[in-house]
């Protein structure tokens, strides 16, 4: 299959890439063996293959939700190192 460079253009567009006239020339025969080869794989005999969405066999592992009291403010406050000042922390300023 042959790939026309507006037809490069037009995918680089979709995907938002800037490409010059050397990428463009480049990369026509790139994209015309990559689609050459898709139509190969569309050719496979998958018939006998079952559907496969997970191989590993591993699962998702949670803990269950328990419920427990919050730490006070002040208790908080107290691992910090910073300096606080009524009930909150003194942090260095971001802004100039």
């Known amino acids: 299959m042959s790939i026309s460079l507006e037809e490069v253009r037009h995918v680089a567009r979709l995907a938002r890439l800037k490409l010059t006239a050397d990428e463009e020339a480049r990369f026509a025969p790139q994209l015309a063996n990559i689609i050459d080869y898709l139509g190969m ?3 496979l005999n998958t018939d006998n293959v079952p559907t496969t969405s997970q191989v590993t066999g591993l ?11 919050a730490p006070r403010q002040d208790e908080l406050l107290a691992c910090s190192p910073l300096p606080k000042e009524d009930h909150q922390l003194l942090v260095p300023s971001v802004f100039s």
């Open 41 to 43: 794989l569309q050719e």
């Open 59 to 69: 699962t998702n592992v949670t803990r269950a939700d328990i419920i427990s009291c």
